[in-house]
C-alpha cells in the first residue's frame, strides 16, 4: 500500500486465517516519490557505477547485429558527408569561397549529429525503460544520462574518424597543437546533448506524438547551424549574424573548425557562452526532469 509519510493512522491488515493487527503506517512512504532536488542528485551521484556500466554495456552491444559491426561507425559519418557534400558542394555550390571543403562539411556534419543526438534520440528513453522504472527505485534520470555518457563513448571513433579525414585534405599544412582544444569542446558538446535530452526525455515520455514534431525541428536546426555554408558569404546582416552566433550549435562547430582546419584558438567569449550554455542546459533539464519524477513510474 502507498501511503504519505507525514500519516500517522494505522492500517488494519487482516491475516489468512482471520485474525488481524495493526501496523503503525506512520513510517511508510509513496513509491517513485519525487525526493528534494539536493538528496536527487546525491542519489544519481551514488548510482554512478550503474550509469557507467549500463553505458558501457549498451555501447559494447551496439551494432552486433550487424555483419561490419562497428566498422558503421566509421562508414556511416563519411556515407552522410558524401551525400551532403554532392548535394551542397557540387550542385548547390556551397562550396565556394571555402577552403578544404571536404574537411569543413565532414565535421559539420559528424559533429552537429553530436550536438543534435540529445534533441532526435531521447523520445524513447524513459518508454523504453518502463520495466527498470516499474521495478527498482531509483532516480530515473540516471537512465537519461547514461544514455547521454553511452552516446560520449559512441562518438569517440567516429569524431577521431572525421578529424583524420579533414586533415587528410590540408596535409601541407601540417598539425598544430590547437588539435587538443578539440577535447573539451567535446565534452560541452555532450554535456549540452545530455541536458536537451533531459528536456526531452520528459516532455515525449507524457506526449509521444512530439517525436514526430522534433524530427522537423532537428532539420531545421541543421540548417541553421552553418553545417555545410560560411554565413559570410550569404548575408553581411549584422542582426542575422548576432542571431546565428547565439545557436549553440553554431558557435560549437566554428569553434570546432577553428581548432582543427584553421589551426586558431576560439576567442574568449566563444569559450565563456559554450561554457554557460552547456552547463545551464544540464542543469535546467535535470530539474525539468527532476519536477516529473512521481509521474514516470505511470507512463503508460
Known sequence: MRKDKDSDLATS????????ILVDDAGLAPINARPQFKHYVVDIWKRR??????SKGRQATRHQDLLLGRIWDVINPLLNAGVYGVLFGVLL???HGIQNFIGYLVLGVVFFGFISHGLT????????????????N??????????GTRHFMESIVPGLVSIIFALGFQIDKGLSWTIILVFPLYVLIHIFSTGVMLFVARLTAFLPDLKSLLVVVNRAWFYCSGVFFELSRFTSNEVLIYIFHLNPAFLFLSAIRDCVLYQTIPSIDVWGYLMVVSFLTFGFG???FWQAEDRYVGVK
Do not use: C, E
Not at 557505477?49 to 549500463?54: L, R, T
Open 13 to 20: 491488515v487482516r491475516l489468512a486465517k482471520g485474525s488481524a
Open 121 to 136: 534520440a531521447a523520445g524513447s528513453v524513459v518508454r523504453g525503460s518502463k520495466s527498470l522504472i516499474t521495478s527498482f
Open 49 to 54: 557505477h550503474f550509469i557507467w556500466a549500463d
Open 286 to 288: 535535470l530539474i525539468f
Open 93 to 95: 555550390k556551397t562550396s
Open 138 to 147: 531509483f532516480p530515473i534520470a540516471s537512465v537519461v544520462i547514461a544514455a
